[in-house]
């Protein structure tokens, strides 16, 4: 049985979803902060990976408030940016996630939730979302107190699910974890919901590239295992 790891925020979840809360605070810049914000949080996460100097990844998503706050010159107070951060617990999931995990269930498919949030936060989340009953399981980066693309996370969550690589795909929107799973030899299909997102140029490609999650589905996944098993040599002639 194949087994589907779904990245949470950004892909699942839509972290833009800030934005009319930011909007009453900041006005104008709320597209910019929003923006500033989720970066400074996602390189606060890889700073700290190589640092070997792990805070969980809410304490990433605070500290980023502080600094695009600081950049945008902008003075909120204790219970506004407690606002914002209650929301990373109540972002809805897009559109088109809550369909496309349901045909991916009925398909047969084992579907876990992966990410570097808490164990805690993610299941309020997900819950919050409706696509909590959805899931096998919800795995965090948490316990072995790292977080993604490090080697180490995705082979964290292989022995979690007791899997090969070869039985695993991650869905992710986000290009650094494609890569990495991809770097630890597992499938990726990365979700490219907006024309204008750019895949890094890295040399290393995702597995597959759908636009939502209504274009997964077991025929797809299944033609491109069959095909990649043909691209892979054959020990055998070597």
Same mark, same amino acid.
């Given at each position: 049985? /194949? /087994?589907? +790891?779904?990245?949470? %925020?950004?892909?699942? @979840? $839509? /972290?833009?979803?800030?934005?009319? +809360?930011?909007?009453?605070?900041?006005?104008?810049?709320?597209?910019?902060?929003?923006? @500033?914000?989720?970066?400074?949080?996602?390189? %606060?996460?890889?700073r700290r990976g190589l640092m070997q100097n792990y805070q969980p990844f809410s304490v990433c998503t605070?500290?980023?408030?502080? %600094?695009?706050? +600081?950049?945008?010159?902008?003075?909120?107070?204790?219970?506004?940016?407690?606002?914002l951060m209650d929301l990373y617990?109540?972002?809805?999931?897009?559109? $088109?996630?809550?369909k496309g995990l349901a045909q991916l269930q009925h398909d047969g498919f084992r579907l876990f939730a992966f990410s570097n949030g808490e164990p805690e936060a993610l299941e309020a989340l997900l819950t919050h979302a409706g696509i909590?009953?959805?899931?096998?399981?919800? @795995?965090?980066?948490?316990?072995?107190?790292?977080?993604?693309?490090?080697p180490a996370v995705y082979n964290y969550f292989l022995r979690q699910?007791?899997?090969?690589e070869n039985a695993v795909w991650l869905v992710s929107s986000n290009p650094f974890d494609v @890569?990495? +799973?991809?770097?630890?030899?597992?499938?990726a299909a990365w979700i490219r919901r907006s024309q204008s997102a750019v895949f890094d140029p890295w040399g290393i490609e995702p597995t597959l590239t759908v636009s939502d999650l209504n274009q997964l589905s077991q025929?797809?996944?299944?033609?491109?295992?069959?095909?990649?098993?043909?691209d892979d040599p054959d020990p055998a002639c070597q």
């Open positions: 049985m /194949t /087994t589907i +790891a779904f990245d949470v %925020y950004g892909t699942l @979840i $839509d /972290t833009s979803g800030v934005l009319d +809360a930011l909007g009453n605070l900041v006005g104008e810049k709320a597209s910019a902060f929003s923006d @500033i914000w989720r970066n400074k949080q996602l390189e %606060y996460s890889f605070h500290q980023a408030l502080n %600094y695009t706050c +600081a950049l945008l010159g902008i003075n909120l107070g204790l219970a506004q940016k407690k606002e617990r109540v972002l809805p999931a897009f559109p $088109d996630v809550p909590r009953d959805l899931f096998q399981g919800v @795995i965090s980066v948490d316990p072995i107190r790292s977080f993604k693309p490090n699910i007791d899997s090969s @890569i990495g +799973a991809i770097a630890a030899g597992i499938n025929k797809k996944l299944q033609e491109v295992e069959l095909l990649k098993g043909r």
